[in-house]
């Protein structure tokens, strides 16, 4: 069974940046398809970024231009790196992973497309 483990997470002022980490247990990262996703109180978890294995990325309009991911092979970790960080993007934040194949990289904003999760990292961000 895989594992995901999320890191980086923490109470940060608005403007600030932080940097979230995944780390699978099993497989190298590069067998998966990856994706971010974020949950507050009382709101569906939503999507912040996916990737392919082939590298095609999709940004959520909320973070656009201020989230960026990347994989490290070698370190078999994917990051997220999140500057300008508001007051909405607090939430409890979550990695993915799926092993399966998706023509549409719509299809990998839907959260049924991932077969494991990490246990989630808070982030809060105060005004």
């Known amino acids: 069974q895989e594992q995901l483990v999320e890191s980086g997470g923490g109470l940060v002022q608005a403007g600030d940046s932080l940097r979230l980490s995944c780390t699978t247990s099993r497989r190298n990262i590069r067998n998966y398809g990856m994706g971010w996703f974020r949950q507050s109180p009382g709101k569906e978890r939503e999507m912040v970024v996916v990737?392919?294995?082939?590298?095609?990325?999709y940004y959520a309009d909320s973070v656009k231009g201020r989230f960026t991911i990347s994989r490290d092979e070698a370190k078999n970790t994917v990051s997220l790196q999140m500057n300008s960080l508001k007051p909405e993007d607090t939430a409890v934040y979550y990695c993915?992973?799926?092993?399966?194949?998706?023509?549409?990289?719509?299809?990998?904003?839907?959260?049924?497309?991932?077969?494991?999760w990490g246990r989630g990292t808070q982030v809060t961000v105060s005004s």
């Open positions: 990737q392919t294995t082939g590298a095609t990325t």
């Open positions: 993915a992973a799926t092993l399966r194949y998706y023509s549409d990289i719509a299809d990998y904003i839907q959260k049924g497309a991932y077969d494991y």
